[in-house]
């Protein structure tokens, strides 16, 4: 039995960051995409001027090369209610994030990290340099952090949203110990 991931945006800044994890996801098989705050947003969800709104989906479809096209796309202009109505769906609330000091944190090479991850995740991503916001990281069931090795400290969002929908969508959870 595969995971279902629902993909959740939040004040992502980057429009070549959002084309680039619209692509992974359709890629992985995400079964949908949800934007918030001021993450930039394709039509057919964005509420922006229409012609706003045009310019936004040409920049985001060139890294996404289409694969927006193929996603279920949704907007929430309230976070807070929809992280709520994701668990009252049986969803696990998970953030990606590094440099928690959180016990919820738990690293994507811990062995026994899948048995700590079910089988319906919102995957919750935050803005480039700050991560997610103290008023949702407090709502979130878990925390994935990716370590590093190199000097830096942090992946960019899209690679480290590839590392982890990979490692989700791609274990079988039917093969936890």
Do not use: W
Not at 23 to 28: D, K, S, V
Not at 93 to 100: A, F, M, S, Y
């Amino acid at each position: 039995m595969a995971r279902e991931i629902h993909l959740i945006l939040h004040n992502i800044r980057s429009i070549l960051n959002v084309g680039a994890i619209l692509r992974t996801a359709e890629g992985l098989g995400v079964e949908k995409v949800i934007f918030s705050g001021y993450t930039p947003t394709p039509l057919p969800v964005s509420k922006a001027l229409p012609h706003i709104a045009e310019n936004i989906t040409a920049k985001i479809h060139k890294t996404a090369l289409g694969a927006e096209a193929y996603l279920n796309l949704a907007a929430t202009d309230n976070i807070l209610q929809t992280l709520e109505n994701y668990r009252e769906e049986g969803f696990q609330l998970v953030g990606l994030e590094n440099n928690l000091d959180d016990s919820r944190l738990i690293q994507i090479n811990s062995p026994d990290f899948h048995a700590k991850i079910g089988p319906k995740v919102a995957l919750i991503l935050g803005e480039e340099v700050d991560g997610i916001a103290a008023e949702l990281r407090e709502k979130l069931d878990v925390f994935v952090e990716i370590p590093m090795v190199g000097r830096k400290e942090s992946f960019n969002v899209s690679v480290a949203t590839g590392m982890i929908l990979y490692e989700l969508k791609c274990y079988n959870i039917e093969n936890r110990s």
